[in-house]
């Protein structure tokens, strides 16, 4: 495994746990002590939105700028009709916002077409570096848009574009991902044709709604 890829890895499970122990990935990984601070000093350097903790280990703090302290970040992202998103709470914050907040979220939904089938054409070990070469494109890709993956679903991948970081053109920036995503998945095919004898298909789903982030006032989540 490339340091590249050693990397992208370590900021996607970053990402979803949240805050990551210096010791985790260097199990994780199997890196001895001077790869391992090369790695600390990559993410700290490349994604503003990561801290220090104390020497322990990373956290992700959901913001790319930083609130006052009295402010937290956002604990849960909700629809009011059509759809539920669950957001990732910043380990940093200790209380829910005090009032809900409406903006507008739109979600990008992809994965690998005949998955079962495409398992049981490869040995384990080869199925596996497929999956994550895939989603290592799909990555780079996507962080080049400033989207944020939510969930890892097996091969499929959840991706926020407005929340945590919003910007005005968000339904824009899922396009240009999808169609982003599309194009380098032919580079990759090339080479899994080559080498392996297959090729990858992926369908991808892109919605926009307003949500609700925040707190709903004792209100329930049905």
């Known amino acids: ?107 990008m939904f992809c994965d690998l077409v005949d998955s079962t089938k495409l398992s049981s054409q490869l040995d384990p070990e080869d199925y596996r570096e497929v999956v994550r070469d895939y989603q290592q494109v799909c990555s780079e890709v996507i962080q080049r848009y400033d989207g944020h993956i939510a969930q890892l679903l097996g091969d499929g991948l959840l991706v926020y574009f407005g929340y945590p970081v919003a910007h005005e053109e968000d339904a824009q920036r899922a396009i240009h991902t999808g169609l982003g995503i599309l194009q380098t998945l032919q580079t990759l095919n090339t080479r899994l044709e080559q080498e392996k004898g297959i090729r990858l298909a992926i369908p991808l789903g892109i919605h926009t709604g307003l949500v609700v982030v925040g707190e709903m006032g004792g209100a329930g989540n049905g």
């Open 1 to 107: 495994m490339t340091f590249e890829e050693i990397l992208d890895q370590a900021v996607a499970m970053l990402q979803r746990r949240g805050r990551v122990t210096y010791r985790t990935l260097k199990l994780q990984f199997k890196l001895d002590d001077e790869t391992l601070e090369a790695l600390k000093e990559e993410i700290l350097y490349s994604q503003p939105q990561v801290v220090n903790d104390e020497g322990r280990g990373l956290i992700w703090t959901s913001e790319t700028e930083t609130k006052p302290e009295s402010e937290s970040p956002p604990q849960s992202v909700q629809t009011p009709h059509q759809f539920t998103a669950q957001a990732e709470l910043s380990p940093q914050s200790e209380s829910p916002l005090s009032e809900a907040e409406r903006r507008q979220l739109t979600v």
